[in-house]
Every structure is written in C-alpha cells, then in structure tokens.
C-alpha cells in the first residue's frame, strides 16, 4: 500500500476505534485520490478556455490530507472539469464516498450566483456502457474552511467500474472562484444491522405518494391492506410514487431504508423506478436506479435495501421512490433500520 493510500485512512481512524472496530474499512478503490501523485489518474478539461486563469493544478500550499490538493479556478466565465480514470468496483456492493472542498468566490449571500460545483459517480458495465450516476452540488456560498461529503452509494448490480467527474461553472458569475477538492475516496462499505436497533415504517398508502398520478388500492398482501400501484397500461407519466416522508427524527448515524415493492411482470433490463434519499441540508445521500432484473420473481414483495449516512445537521430526511413508466409496480413502505448510531468521535472524523 502507498503513502497516499494510507493517509486518507487516518481521517476515518475514530470511527473504527470509536465503535469497537464495528467498521471494517477497506482501503479507497480511488487512485490517487489524494492527489499526492500530483494528476496521475486523474484529467481535466476546460470549457472557454481562452479566458485567463481558468484551469486545474496541483495546489501544494491548501490541503486536507498529505501535502496536495486540485485547485480549479473560475477568473470570470467557463468550466473546468476534473475526471478520473475508471476504476473497478464490484457489482451490487455498497460504497463509503468520502471526500472535502472548500472554495473561494462562489457566492456572497448564498443563493446561487452563476457560479456551481458538483461532484459525480459515473457507473460502467464490463463492456464500459454507463449504467447511471449519483452526485451532488455543492454548496453555493464559499465555504473557505475543508469541508466533507459523506454518503453511502450502491454500486449497480451490472457494474464493473467507476469514476469520478467534478465540473465547475461560471456561468454569470460575478466573483471570480477557486475551488479546491482533496481526500477523495470510496471503500467497500461493510457495516451490518447492529441487532436491537431502532427501525421506523412509512406505509406510503397513508398519503406519502403522487396522489394525483397514482393510487391507493386494496393489497391484501400487504400489513395494512392498501399500497400504491402505477400501471403503465393507465399512466403515461413518471412521477413519485413514495415522498414527502420529511421525516425528522434520526440521530446522526448510519441506516438502512428498505423499500417494499413488487412488480406486475418480469420484462428483461426494463427501468422500474429510481430510489433516492433526501436530507433537507446538501444534496441527495444516496440514490439508485433498479431495474426489473434486481426482482426474484414478479408478483411479490421483495425489500430493495438503500443504505444511508446521516450528519449532524441533515434536518429532515425524505425517502423517494421515482416510477419510471415501464413496468407495473406497488409499493408497500419504506422501512429504516439504525444501523448505528455515531457518537461524539465518529461524527469529528466524519462530518467536521
Ligand atoms: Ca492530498
């Protein structure tokens, strides 16, 4: 193992102590992700690139881990993009992502003023084809102090490789922006239900769904007797099938939210819905696409797990469930179960 391999570990160091080695952290599949190596792995590409200033470089005066970091720098208008190379990943398993920014610039009052950066996991199947992404913005105010994203993603059953892609933007941009990445990461994530843990049920049924796209039938399959269907014989229209859960109560920590869904028929690769979860603060931590292929057997119930980190100032989390227009498909409740709770040491090395 490398230098630079080992120095982002150190940052997640509390969380493996701090619970009693529950975590079993694996090294980063993402090379250079610390940028130590300076661009190996990684590439850049500029959008208006006559403009003076724009680029990427190797910063060795900022960073978080190491002694380097990437700068991008936005003098006036123009993007940058930072892009690493494929990198494998296993089909199907659940990823830790973390990674820090700070930047400089961006917005005074923080709201969005022409100026946008965001980060993204591109998913390739064995034959490269992309199988979807995840991602998120950043925040639109500068946020000069490093500061770390975390969130668990779920690698699409298909795939066999992944990469990173940051772009960066001034559109109309008023201040002239610099913004720096550093630390970036993603481990196998192996963290199981810790037995006695708190769980909570949504029975979507109850009015947490698209009521004027779908609705609400007699399932006595179901606990409660009722679920959500969309048909694609009678709607024409993809919509939220599960949302507006906005639910409050979860301590910082890391949880499981299991969605109970059936499909009608079993058609070959056919898009069912995309899952997604939704803090009230920052962006989506977790979102995945399923497709017909990831059911047992049609006409039953079956949990599709989607896990999930918490911070200590997410506000309210949102479970949604977006119908894609193929396939007939119920939907029961969304269950979250506590997978542990962080304590005082694990929410420093994660979240601050
Ligand atoms: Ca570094």
Avoid at 12 to 22: D, E, H, K, N, P
Wanted: charged residues 20%; contains cysteine; glycine residues 12%.
């Amino acid at each position: 193992m490398s230098i630079q391999s080992i120095v982002p570990a150190t940052v997640l160091l509390a969380v493996v102590t701090g619970i009693g080695g529950a975590y079993q952290l694996s090294p980063s599949v993402v090379p250079n992700g610390s940028f130590e190596e300076g661009m190996t792995g990684w590439k850049s590409s500029m959008q208006d690139p006559a403009q003076a200033g724009l680029g990427m470089s190797i910063d060795e005066t900022h960073h978080r881990d190491g002694s380097r970091s990437a700068q991008l720098s936005l003098p006036k208008h123009g993007g940058v993009t930072l892009t690493s190379e494929r990198f494998p990943v296993e089909g199907g398993r659940d990823y830790l992502c973390v990674l820090y920014t700070r930047s400089e610039g961006f917005s005074r009052t923080g709201s969005y003023d022409g100026v946008n950066a965001q980060y993204l996991i591109d998913w390739f199947d064995a034959e490269g084809k992309n199988m979807g992404r995840v991602g998120s913005g950043f925040s639109y105010a500068a946020r000069p102090n490093w500061e770390g994203e975390i969130r668990v993603v779920s690698a699409p059953a298909s795939a066999a490789s992944a990469g990173f892609t940051f772009p960066v933007s001034a559109q109309e941009g008023k201040l002239p922006s610099v913004f720096w990445i550093d630390a970036v990461s993603l481990r196998p994530w192996e963290l199981d239900a810790k037995q006695g843990g708190k769980s909570w049920t949504f029975s979507i049924s109850d009015g947490y769904f698209s009521q004027s796209t779908f609705r609400r039938v007699a399932d006595d399959t179901t606990p409660s007797g009722f679920a959500v269907i969309a048909n694609p014989r009678f709607i024409n229209k993809k919509d939220y099938m599960a949302g507006g859960i906005y639910f409050r109560g979860f301590p910082p920590g890391a949880y499981r939210a299991l969605y109970k869904l059936k499909i009608g028929e079993k058609p070959e690769g056919k898009l069912v819905v995309s899952l997604d979860i939704n803090p009230q603060m920052g962006g989506n931590i977790n979102a995945s696409i399923i497709l017909s292929d990831q059911f047992e057997k049609p006409r039953v119930y079956q949990d599709i797990p989607l896990r999930f980190v918490v911070g200590p100032n997410a506000g309210y989390v949102d479970f949604r469930v977006f119908w894609q227009g193929e396939v007939t498909t119920w939907v029961d409740t969304v269950t979250i179960v506590e997978e542990e709770v962080f304590g005082e040491n694990e929410i420093q090395a994660l979240f601050e």
